[in-house]
C-alpha cells in the first residue's frame, strides 16, 4: 500500500473554502420562485442532506439507469404544456411564481427525465442539451480543457476507422493507460486499463467502430470537486476524494465506487485550491458556452497537481455529501442552487472558510446476474452480531451516527440486476479509508461491504 498523502513539513495547507449562497437567502428566493420540487432519480439519497425551509421536494422513480424507472414515452415529440423550452434547455426566467418544477440527475443520459415532465406538464430544469453533450464527450471536452487552460494526463486520440496499429498510439514514457469510449459512463463499462501496445490493440479490437482516448494512466489520488454554474459566477463547492475500482465492492476497473469529503489540509501543497480553481475555469468556459446548473469535474493528481480527467455535466452522487458540508456552513444545498441558477439571472455567491466533517459514502456492486434481490428499505441502519444490516427506524432520518449507516437502494427490489449493476448507496458520519492512490477500506467500512453483498442482503431481509 502506497503511504497517505500529507502536506510536506511546513508547507501552508490553506483554508478549506465552500462557495454558496446563504441559506437564508436562498431558501427565501426559491420559495419565491417554486412551490414544489420534484427530484426524478433512481433513489432519495440526494435528498437526505436538504433539512427543512426548502419548497417541498417529492422523489419520483425516474432514471435511465434502471429499467423499471422510465416512463412510457408520451404522445407526440414537443415539451409539455409546462416547458418553456424544448427538452434539454432551462426555462427563461419566470416572471411569477411557478406552481412545480422537475430536476433530474442525469437528464443529458436520455429522454426518461424529459418525457416525465412532459407527461405531467412541468419545467425541467436542465442545461442546454449541445452544451452538455460537449462537456460529457471524453474526447470534445479536451478542447474545452484547454481554452480553460486547465491540464490533462498526455493523451492520444483513436479515430472510429481506418485506424494504425496500436504501437503508434502508445508513448515511450507510459508504463500504463486509461481507454475511454466518448460515451463512457459512471459504471466504468467504457473504461479500461491497459499496460502496453498489445493490451491496447486488443482494446482497439473490442471496439471497432468507437472513437477512443487513450491517456496516460497517473496513479494518485482522484478527485471530484462540485460545482454550480449560474448566470453571473461559478459556485464551487467541496472537494472530495473519489475512491474508483475498489475491488471489495463488486465493482469493475475504473467504475466510481464511492467518496470521502476533503479539508484542504488532507492534499499535499496546494492542490486543495488548484482543484478548485481549475473547476473554476471550466465552469466559466461552460457559462460562456449557456451552461446553466450544477456539474462536477474529476481530477487525478500528479504530485501537487490536478490533472482534468473529465466533466460530469450533471448532478453526481457525491453531491449528496457536498450538501452536507453545504449546510453545516450555513449554505443553500446544491438542489437549491441549480434552481436558482436555472431561473435568476444572477445571484448573490459568497465564499465560506470553513471544516468539513468526514462524511463519507460507498457503492456496492452485483458481482453476478441475479434475478429480484430483495434490497433493504432506505433508512438508517446498524450491523448485528453476525454482520447483517439491523434497521434501526422506520423513516429516514437526516445522518447516521457512529458505527451507524444510511442505506439507499439504487435497484428495483422486484427486478433482475445483472453483474456489474449498482446495488446499494450507503453514507457513513466517518472516513471510509485513508487519503492514497490505493485507498484501502478501513475495517468498519469492510464489514459494511460485505454486509450488503447480495448473498448476506438476501439473507437479512
Not at 75 to 98: K, N, Q
Not at 253 to 277: K, T, V
Not at 364 to 371: C, G, H, K, N
Not at 433 to 442: C, E, F, I, N, T
Request: one cysteine or more.
Amino acid at each position: 500500500m502506497k503511504p497517505v498523502l500529507q502536506p510536506p513539513p511546513g508547507a501552508p495547507e490553506g483554508p478549506t473554502l465552500l462557495d454558496g449562497v446563504d441559506l437564508e437567502e436562498g431558501t427565501r428566493r426559491l420559495r419565491e420562485l417554486v412551490a414544489g420540487i420534484h427530484w426524478l432519480d433512481r433513489s432519495a439519497a440526494l435528498l437526505g442532506a436538504l433539512g427543512g425551509g426548502l419548497p417541498p421536494v417529492r422523489h419520483s422513480l425516474v432514471s435511465e439507469l434502471v429499467p423499471c424507472c422510465r416512463p412510457p414515452r408520451p404522445p407526440g415529440d414537443g415539451p409539455g404544456a409546462g416547458s418553456s423550452r424544448p427538452p434539454g434547455g432551462h426555462p427563461e426566467p419566470a416572471p411569477g411564481r411557478l406552481p412545480e418544477v422537475c430536476v433530474a440527475f442525469a437528464p443529458e443520459h436520455s429522454r426518461s427525465a424529459h418525457d416525465w415532465a412532459t407527461a405531467n406538464g412541468l419545467p425541467l430544469l436542465a442545461a442546454d442539451a449541445a452544451v452538455t453533450a460537449t462537456a460529457g464527450d471524453k474526447i470534445k471536452v479536451l478542447d474545452l480543457f484547454g481554452a480553460a487552460t486547465v491540464r490533462t494526463p498526455g493523451y492520444a486520440v483513436v479515430p472510429p476507422r481506418e485506424r494504425p496499429a496500436a504501437r503508434d498510439y502508445w508513448k515511450a514514457d507510459w508504463s500504463a493507460a486509461v481507454v475511454q469510449r466518448r460515451e463512457n459512463n459512471s459504471t466504468g463499462q467504457g473504461t479500461r486499463l491497459v499496460r502496453g501496445p498489445e493490451e491496447l490493440q486488443a482494446c482497439m479490437d473490442a471496439w471497432p467502430g468507437a472513437s477512443l482516448r487513450v491517456a496516460r494512466f497517473v496513479d494518485g489520488v482522484s478527485l471530484a470537486v462540485s460545482a454550480c454554474v449560474t448566470g453571473g459566477a461559478v459556485v464551487v463547492s467541496a472537494v472530495t476524494q473519489q475512491l474508483v475500482g475498489l475491488p471489495a465492492t463488486g465493482s469493475r476497473w475504473g467504475a466510481h465506487c464511492g467518496n470521502q469529503l476533503l479539508n484542504a489540509g488532507d492534499l499535499p501543497g496546494s492542490a486543495y485550491r488548484a482543484a478548485r480553481e481549475a473547476t473554476r475555469r471550466i465552469g466559466e468556459r461552460l457559462r460562456g458556452a449557456g451552461y446553466r446548473g450544477a456539474y462536477g469535474v474529476d481530477f487525478v493528481l500528479d504530485g501537487e497537481q490536478p490533472l482534468a480527467v473529465e466533466i460530469n455535466p450533471r448532478f453526481q452522487t457525491v453531491v449528496a455529501l457536498a450538501q452536507r458540508a453545504e449546510a453545516e456552513a450555513g449554505l443553500l444545498p446544491m438542489l437549491g442552487l441549480h434552481v436558482l441558477a436555472c431561473l435568476q439571472p444572477s445571484l448573490p455567491v459568497r465564499t465560506v472558510s470553513t471544516s468539513v466533517r468526514p462524511w463519507s459514502q460507498l457503492l456496492s456492486y452485483a458481482d453476478r446476474d441475479l434475478e429480484a434481490t430483495p434490497l433493504p428499505a432506505p433508512g438508517r441502519y446498524v450491523l448485528d452480531a453476525g454482520g447483517r444490516p439491523r434497521r434501526l427506524d422506520d423513516g429516514t432520518p437526516a445522518r447516521p451516527g457512529p458505527g451507524e449507516a444510511l442505506l439507499w437502494a439504487q435497484r428495483c427490489s422486484a427486478h433482475p440486476v445483472a453483474c456489474g449493476d449498482e446495488l446499494m448507496l450507503a453514507q457513513f458520519a466517518e472516513r471510509v479509508a485513508a487519503v492514497s492512490p490505493d485507498p484501502v477500506l478501513a475495517p468498519r467500512a469492510r464489514a459494511w461491504v460485505e454486509a450488503l453483498r447480495p448473498a448476506t442482503v438476501r439473507a437479512a431481509t
